[in-house]
């Protein structure tokens, strides 16, 4: 089957440094990827993973282990701004995607 | 480039009436997905074309929901018969030629569709 795993809800003060977790079981990996979400808005592309490691960019980071299924989104000196919900996504081979349940993230001042 | 857009933005129906919602991807991308997206919940996939072909389906779909994308270009999302449990977000997204092998998805805004 496929699955895919985030904590509900995590919170964190302006300035500070989250991570969110993503565990994920899928049938076939051609690459992840984390969206963010605000309330009320679509989804917009933060970031992508396709080999095992480490991907930087400015505030925003993420790490891949393949083996392990599992993935993380590091948000670095947090803004008000960066509440909002942050989704994991796998996509398929076919080239269709499972996304995760999101992870609604408060940044509190 | 105006970006994906949805249209209508927010949809009430009663219980039983048919709908029908239109994405317009960006105007160069090829491939077209369509989602639905409960509160508090990741989208889950309904459906996905690849110019006018009609790739994959959800096995979540029921037939009460069918999709076309007639010329490769714009797609409309067809519900028969709702239900309430049909109440949802619909979000469409497309997507282009692979950046670095990225197949980055572009959202649009989406449908709320209300059943009563």
């Known amino acids: 089957g496929q699955n895919i795993d985030q904590p509900t809800e995590m919170t964190a003060t302006e300035g500070a440094i989250v991570q969110i977790n993503c565990t994920y079981q899928t049938s076939g990996f051609n690459g992840l990827f984390w969206y963010q979400q605000h309330a009320g808005e679509a989804p917009t592309f933060l970031s992508y993973n396709v080999l095992d490691g480490l991907e930087e960019k400015g505030r925003f980071s993420s790490f891949l282990s393949r083996s392990k299924g599992y993935s993380y989104l590091l948000l670095k000196e947090l803004q008000m701004k960066d509440s909002a919900s942050y989704l994991c996504?796998?996509?398929?081979?076919?080239?269709?995607?499972?996304f995760g349940p999101g992870t609604r993230l408060s940044v509190l001042p | 480039d105006t970006g994906v857009s949805q249209d209508p933005r927010h949809k009430i129906t009663k219980r039983g009436q048919n709908v029908t919602f239109r994405c317009d991807p960006i105007?160069?991308?090829?491939?077209l997905y369509w989602y639905r997206q409960t509160l508090g919940q990741g989208p889950e996939f309904l459906t996905y074309?690849?110019?006018?072909?009609?790739?994959?389906k959800s096995r979540l779909l029921s037939d009460r929901f069918s999709a076309e994308r007639p010329k490769g270009s714009f797609s409309t999302l067809e519900i028969q018969r709702t239900e309430q449990g049909d109440s949802a977000m619909y979000l469409c997204?497309?997507?282009?030629?692979?950046?670095?092998?990225?197949?980055?998805?572009?959202f649009g805004a989406g449908t709320r569709l209300s059943v009563l």
């Open positions: 074309f690849q110019n006018e072909a009609q790739l994959e």
């Open positions: 997204a497309s997507s282009g030629i692979r950046t670095l092998a990225k197949n980055i998805q572009y």
């Open positions: 105007s160069e991308h090829n491939r």
């Open positions: 996504a796998v996509e398929n081979y076919g080239q269709n995607f499972v």
